[in-house]
């Protein structure tokens, strides 16, 4: 009975984030604010400028009331995203309750500005939400679930457009309860006004008593009217009856009434009444009750109609699902029909199919016998070329044999010319150092013997290929000798005449170029031969120049492109494994730079001048003074500060250079610092705007693969940099031809759609390349690029197994011409 005689509790489950005392009292209004003048309810909506009106209609026309704001939310059916507007029965659980969320949100900062507008006023406010479908079926509700008794409503223009008629057409007018008066206004104006029926005089709010209740009082009642006479002698006091009426009680009770009312947690007023009833009045109690169980009964009678109503609604939507399988059952039947004609037609197609196959079979084998004619045609041709190839090596064996009778007759030429030099120095020396000399010589007998597979010229023909070491002929000139371009035996060749003073010793020198001569690789310009006597090499001619000219656009070379660029570059790495490979003991290099990298026909390079290290005193080839006095222009940028500082050299020290090499390939820039430059680019994720243009549009993979490899190849550490192995130089050669390759689709990256070289995964488990998607975060998204949603954090992890994947597919790719 308690639950019927409170005054109901408006409903907060809608808009929970706001607190029950802001809906109850507003915002800082004081508890006797309102004066006293009762309670009038407000429907409101969407538009804060109609809605600021009519409160302040409302204001003005109810001074002192209490003002409690009717909401009724309409869910939307849609949810808005990049690609358009979606339905919320299409969409997954999470992003219905998202959007949700955000309606909830919206409406709460709506409401919270009609409270602050109720605030500004000094008026009592509160708020009723409800969700409906229909807005103007959820007045109605609200009105009969609360018992509303005064209701203001701002009239809708896109149905009502201020028309009296038309709001009296409306749904609220016309089905809201008789005891509920009703003010429709439209910018600030009273359009119509709907009158309360005259038998709804009863406050059904506050007299609402259950059925049980009034039969208590009827049978009360009629006990005090049989005692009647005892009762007019002495006061009856009735037993106090809390919560069953307010303080507007019917005139014809004879009561005290002491009431007090009290913010409690809910924010709702308890009124207790303990009225006196004289004998007087207890049939006009029975009335009374009786009249008020009539009213239940009516509130009844609609519920029982909304619930009717509803019940329809399920109705109706079983047959609208019925209609809806039975048309699914149609469409699977019209489906089997058309898999029956697809499988006759392709039962057709297989039918033809066939008789083409049994054709291509017979022009198959149409073909295999002409094939067979020729085969035999072509063994023909190959016994005949089998026999052109026997008389031309017959040729061949012949003119070797030329070749080398007069090779052996310059020898024993150069053999007399030394024994006679030899003599006359034991002619001079022969007292004090007769037995040093006779060990010496015959060291250097034997040593002369094993080197004749490197053949050996004489001064005067190498003068006679020069012009006398003309200037004329002079290409280049470095710090351990001269190099001119001379012709002989019926070709072009470069004699390199080194300093003798920078020289080893003549046995010495015998023995490093007897090594040299073992060593033969596509990438390293080949000795031909050598003068030992004057310190002169002589190795093959490479018209193409060196790669200095490119990087400093000499006589106005054309640039070279990436691939070509990446192609000299695993040439290089190829000649560098090949001479650190080499045994009994490693080969450095010692001198790499842009200057000693020629390149021949089709830009493929070849390493020269390796042989400088293992000629040169290793006393003189250490002291770093005479590195410095001896280096071109930027030598000091391609020399290993490891090597610089200590003054040993060792493979690494060419590992460093090469790396140098790859960063001036890539950027195209040949100043000092470079490293330095690259590091800060890449750090910063810029690596695209440091690339050289002229080489063409890069590769994204290719050029961070060689930025990476670049920069590990610099570090000051020579413990740190990587060593050069063939599956190094497997993967750089195949880098020119990566776009001709299908790449898989899992080593691209979603932003770039090139080839990861940094892969790294997101919190949305989506794996992008580190640059592109630090990039996308630094421009302020919070939300995944492939499905738009926030992301749960910016951290990136690295995908070292993807990393691994990507380089071996690289380094085993295999290459079809």
Same mark, same amino acid.
């Given at each position: ?195 309360? #029926?005259?038998? +709804? @005089?009863?406050? $059904? &709010? *506050? ?5 049980? /209740?009034?039969?208590?009082?009827? !049978? ?35 009561? #005290?009434?002491? +009431? @007090?009312?009290? $913010? &409690? *947690? ?5 009124? /207790?009444?303990?009225?006196?009833? !004289? ?57 089997? !029909? ?480």
């Amino acid at each position: 009975m308690a639950a019927l005689l409170t005054r109901p509790r408006p409903r907060e489950d809608f808009l929970s984030p706001l607190p029950p005392a802001a809906f109850r009292h507003g915002f800082g209004v004081s508890e006797g604010a309102g004066g006293g003048g009762g309670t009038v309810h407000v429907a409101v909506g969407k538009s804060v400028e109609k809605m600021e009106a009519l409160l302040r209609w409302t204001i003005n026309m109810f001074p002192g009331w209490e003002i409690c704001l009717l909401h009724v939310h309409r869910p939307s059916p849609l949810i808005p995203t990049l690609l358009g507007k979606l339905p919320v029965s299409r969409a997954n659980p999470e992003m219905v309750a998202a959007f949700r969320k955000e309606e909830k949100a919206e409406i709460t900062k709506l409401l919270s500005t009609y409270l602050m507008t109720c605030s500004k006023s000094r008026v009592k406010a509160s708020i009723i939400t409800i969700e409906a479908n229909e807005v103007q079926k959820g007045i109605v509700n609200l009105v009969n679930l609360h018992m509303i008794r005064k209701l203001v409503v701002g009239v809708i223009p896109d149905f009502m457009k201020g028309k009296r008629s038309s709001c009296k057409a409306c749904h609220a007018a016309k089905y809201a309860p008789s005891y509920c008066e009703m003010w429709f206004v439209n910018k600030g104006k009273l359009i119509w006004t709907r009158q309360a #029926s005259a038998n +709804s @005089s009863i406050d $059904l &709010s *506050s007299c609402h008593l259950a059925t049980s /209740s009034a039969q208590n009082l009827i !049978s009360w009642s009629l006990n005090s009217c049989q005692n009647e006479a005892e009762a007019s002698q002495t006061d009856l006091t009735l037993p106090t009856i809390s919560q069953c009426v307010e303080s507007k009680c019917d005139p014809l009770y004879s009561h #005290s009434v002491s +009431s @007090s009312r009290s $913010l &409690s *947690s809910g924010s709702e007023y308890a009124t /207790s009444v303990e009225p006196r009833v !004289s004998s007087i009045g207890n049939v006009k109690i029975v009335e009374e009750c009786l009249c008020i169980q009539l009213s239940e009964l009516k509130v009844e009678v609609d519920q029982s109609k909304d619930e009717t109503y509803l019940k329809l609604l399920e109705q109706r939507q079983l047959e609208a699902e019925a209609r809806e399988v039975l048309n699914k059952v149609k469409a699977l039947e019209m489906a089997h !029909s058309r898999e029956i004609e697809q499988r006759i037609d392709a039962e057709d197609a297989l039918r033809i199919t066939m008789q083409e196959q049994e054709k291509l079979l017979e022009e198959r084998e149409r073909i295999t016998q002409q094939l067979q004619k020729t085969l035999r045609n072509v063994a023909l041709l190959d016994s005949h070329a089998q026999e052109a190839n026997r008389r031309c090596e017959e040729v061949a064996g012949e003119l070797k044999l030329i070749q080398a009778s007069i090779a052996t007759l310059r020898k024993e030429k150069q053999k007399l010319q030394q024994q006679k030099i030899e003599a006359t120095r034991w002619l001079d020396r022969w007292r004090s150092h007769e037995q040093c000399e006779n060990a010496n010589d015959s060291k250097f007998n034997r040593f002369r013997g094993e080197v004749a597979e490197l053949p050996e010229f004489l001064l005067s023909d190498l003068e006679a290929a020069t012009c006398n070491f003309s200037e004329s002929f002079m290409i280049g000139k470095g710090g351990y000798g001269i190099v001119y371009k001379g012709e002989m035996l019926d070709k072009t060749v470069a004699i390199k005449k080194l300093h003798s003073y920078n020289m080893q010793k003549q046995i010495e020198f015998h023995e490093a170029v007897q090594v040299l001569g073992k060593l033969h690789h596509p990438h390293l310009v080949e000795l031909i031969g050598v003068c030992p006597d004057s310190w002169l090499l002589v190795y093959e001619y490479l018209p193409g120049g060196s790669l200095q000219n490119y990087l400093f656009n000499n006589n106005n070379i054309s640039p070279l492109n990436w691939k070509t660029r990446a192609q000299i570059l695993a040439d290089i790495a190829s000649g560098l494994l090949f001479l650190h490979s080499f045994r009994p003991k490693k080969i450095v290099h010692g001198n790499l730079k842009p200057e000693n990298l020629l390149l021949g026909s089709g830009n493929r390079c070849k390493i020269s001048d390796y042989a400088d290290h293992m000629l040169t005193a290793n006393q003189t080839f250490r002291c770093p003074s005479f590195r410095r006095c001896t280096g071109s222009t930027g030598v000091s940028l391609y020399t290993d500060p490891e090597s610089h500082r200590t003054g040993a050299v060792s493979h690494k020290s060419d590992i460093y250079s090469f790396g140098v090499v790859i960063l001036q390939l890539v950027t195209g820039k040949t100043h000092g610092g470079l490293v330095g430059e690259v590091k800060r680019a890449l750090s910063n994720g810029k690596v695209a705007s440091i690339l050289d243009l002229s080489a063409g549009e890069w590769s994204g993979y290719v050029a961070r693969r060689l930025v990476d490899l670049g920069l590990q190849c610099c570090e000051l550490n020579g413990r740190e940099r990587p060593e050069l192995t063939p599956s190094l130089v497997k993967e750089l050669e195949h880098m020119p031809f990566l776009e001709e390759q299908t790449v898989p689709s899992f080593f691209l990256c979603p932003i770039l759609r090139e080839i990861m070289h940094d892969p790294q995964v997101a919190a949305d488990g989506f794996t992008y390349e580190g640059e592109a998607l630090r990039g996308w975060l630094e421009n302020g998204h919070e939300t995944s690029p492939m499905t738009n949603l926030k992301l749960s954090h910016l951290n990136l992890t690295p995908n070292h197994s993807l990393r691994l994947a990507i380089q071996d597919w690289v380094a085993n790719l295999e290459i079809t011409s």
